[in-house]
């Protein structure tokens, strides 16, 4: 049985940053195939003080073709931040970073790894691929809006990131 993938997108409206002025949009990919944890991410994005599109796809496959602007993905935007589940059908994280990190146009582009996995030998493999970061999903929604706030603010607030 072949699952029918499906890309769903959430435009989240600006918060006010202390004040006065909002933040230009950033796009951040979210690939991840379980439903659950989908919902989650959209839940903690929604909350955030940081305007935001986060794009989802459940397959390596697709990101890659939407990175790459291929097929159906032909008129995505690049993102900014790609958070990044281990664990994918057919091919799996590891294998993510592994092209996407030896690709002269796609690896400047900051992979964080969020994942269930707490295995000392997925956080090495991650960032022997070059991973930006390993984060182990929180299992509380508190924690989880709390993770994604603190990469929020270093990788949107603190990180340089190119243009």
């Not at 918060?15 to 944890?37: F, Y």
């Not at 790894?113 to 707490?118: F, G, I, K």
């Not at 000392?120 to 390993?134: L, P, R």
């Not at 299992?139 to 994604?148: G, P």
Request: aromatic residues 6%; charged residues 25%; contains cysteine.
């Amino acid at each position: 049985m072949t699952k029918t993938s499906t890309r769903r997108a959430v435009q989240v409206q600006p918060k006010l940053n202390q004040g006065d002025a909002m933040k230009d949009s950033v796009e951040i990919l979210l690939v991840e195939d379980n439903p659950g944890d989908v919902l989650l991410t959209q839940t903690a994005f929604k909350r955030s003080h940081i305007v935001n599109n986060l794009t989802c796809v459940e397959t390596a496959e697709e990101a890659i073709q939407l990175l790459r602007n291929e097929g159906d993905y032909a008129q995505s935007k690049r993102p900014d931040l790609v958070l990044l589940d281990l664990n994918l059908p057919r091919m799996s994280g590891i294998e993510f970073l592994q092209i996407v990190k030896h690709d002269a146009t796609l690896k400047s582009i900051p992979v964080v790894v969020l994942t269930s996995s707490d295995a000392e030998a997925d956080i090495q493999s991650s960032y022997e691929q070059y991973a930006n970061s390993f984060i182990t999903k929180p299992v509380s929604l508190a924690s989880f809006v709390d993770v994604l706030d603190c990469l929020e603010g270093f990788w949107f607030e603190i990180v340089r990131l190119p243009a």
